[in-house]
């Protein structure tokens, strides 16, 4: 009993002893590194815990939500199939901003430091530029790109499926966080030449055969962190479409050739 007593004092004075520890720690911007106390410059200053005011304004200013465009060649596309690409040329992306600048940054910060909130938070700003590209949003499901498990265990969250989980929820749309899966293991995309990063990803997810049902006949919003060659959303979609999706989209933060 005392012993239940003085744990619970411990707990308390540590929870104390934690937010005093907030209070006093410096504050500063995931994605500039600018203290918060720093800001000298006359603007207002937000209780923002990640981004500072600057970031916030700059990456609202520069990512306004881009597409339909093909993820091949970077080309808007209107809806229909590719004019310049030849097949695979009817895959559809929308994206938010080039992966550039703030954006770039902000993603590096949340894919690989742990910085899972920022992803969540770059969600929340760029569904509502993405959403007003999209025409149909009937029927919709969101399913995220997976990682293969041995990745997901190194970095214990799959970016992907954190910010398509977040978009379900903003946008009350159904999410379904397993309907792909790797079937091997791939090297990092972007440590590989352009030309060897459609081999990596051949033929390298499947839809789950419990879940098959519950993707044939929808339209799916594939959800990604970035899009770069396009190869690895196109393997993914073909998986989906393979099981009788009706059709597949394409939903990414970030866009580069
Ligand atoms: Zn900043
Ligand atoms: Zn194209």
């Known amino acids: 009993m005392l012993a239940q007593a003085w744990h619970k004092t411990l707990r308390g004075a540590l929870g104390l002893y934690l937010d005093f520890q907030e209070f006093l720690a410096p504050w500063s911007c995931l994605c500039c590194g600018r203290e918060r106390d720093s800001a000298d410059d ?23 939500g881009f597409g339909p465009v093909c993820p091949f060649c970077g080309n808007p596309n209107g809806g229909g199939p590719c004019v ?17 600048n703030e954006l770039q ?56 499926e954190l910010l398509a989980r977040r978009l379900a929820e903003l946008c009350g749309m159904e999410f379904c966080p397993n309907g792909l899966k790797r079937t091997r293991a791939t090297f990092q995309q972007a440590r ?23 993707i044939a006949g929808r339209h799916i919003l594939l959800v990604d962190d970035i899009v770069t060659t396009g190869a ?9 479409l393979s099981v009788g999706a009706a059709r597949v989209e394409i939903f990414s933060l970030a866009y580069t050739l």
């Open 42 to 64: 006359g603007q207002s200053v937000s209780d923002d815990k990640l981004l500072c005011e600057n970031c916030i304004e700059s990456l609202n200013n520069k990512n306004v």
């Open 84 to 100: 310049t690409c030849h097949p695979p040329a009817h895959l559809h992306l929308y994206y938010w901003g080039n992966y550039e």
């Open 105 to 160: 940054e902000c993603i590096l910060q949340f894919k690989f430091h742990g910085a899972r909130e920022l992803g969540i938070r770059l969600m929340e700003m760029a569904h509502g530029p993405m959403l007003r590209r999209l025409t149909r949003l009937e029927n919709q499901l969101i399913v995220p790109v997976p990682l293969h498990k041995r990745r997901q265990r190194q970095r214990q969250y799959n970016q992907s």
């Open 192 to 214: 590989l030449a352009e030309d060897m990063r459609w081999n990596n990803v051949r033929d390298a997810f499947a839809v789950p055969p419990p879940l098959v049902p519950g």
């Open 232 to 240: 690895t959303v196109y393997e993914a979609s073909e998986a989906l």
